[in-house]
């Protein structure tokens, strides 16, 4: 059984939150708040669930990488990346990774597939919803070298688009960049977005409290 902290954060992160409750003031995201922390990712079950299928996938995607006759074709492009990207500098790898994903055509599933994450080799194959592009974009650059300490899937309520939407919040050089489906910009207070979760491999963690939103479980497509 879940415990409380962790049942919590299931029902938030498979929901959202009510439109009209995440109209707080704007803020800056940052990854130094050690006070948004709830809890370990581990106890997250979506996110255990991915990482299983990601691990279980690995051997497959190491021998792409290897040797280039025998990689599939869907992994084909993400194995061409990372062999060119190795040579560009830090801030021009997360730019290459961004576009690079963000040139698939999004597919919104009204099944229950939807409610599962996309791993790096399922999204390349199917692709999948916005928190399954920040997803591979963090799986693209894990695999690059970024440390997990400097990336996190971001969850956040668009004011412009009134939707909840997903991004990647990358940590560089002491500023924090926003990977999207549109460009790369920095993490500044004057974009449209409201910062409400936050999760990597290690930990999760809960922005509300700069917003003054209350949780309410209302379905979302990202």
Known sequence: ???????????????????????????????????????????????????????QQGPAFAQCLADAGRCPSHLRGARTLLVQAGELDARDRLDVVNRFVNRRSPRHWRTERSERWQTLSDFMRSGGDCEDYALAKYFLLRALGVAADDLRIVIAWDRQERAHHAVLAARLDQRVYLLDVDRMR??????????????????????RADTGAMPRQTHTDG
């Open 186 to 207: 920095t993490a500044s207070a004057g974009n449209a977005y409201q910062y409400l979760f936050s999760i990597n491999e290690h930990a999760v963690w809960d922005h």
């Open 1 to 55: 059984m879940l415990r409380p902290a962790a049942r919590l954060i299931a029902l938030l992160l498979v929901g959202a939150l009510d439109a009209s409750a995440a109209e707080g003031p704007f803020r800056t995201y940052t990854f130094d708040r050690d006070d948004h922390f709830v809890t370990r990712a581990a106890d997250y079950p979506r996110w255990t669930a991915l990482m299983a299928r990601h691990d």
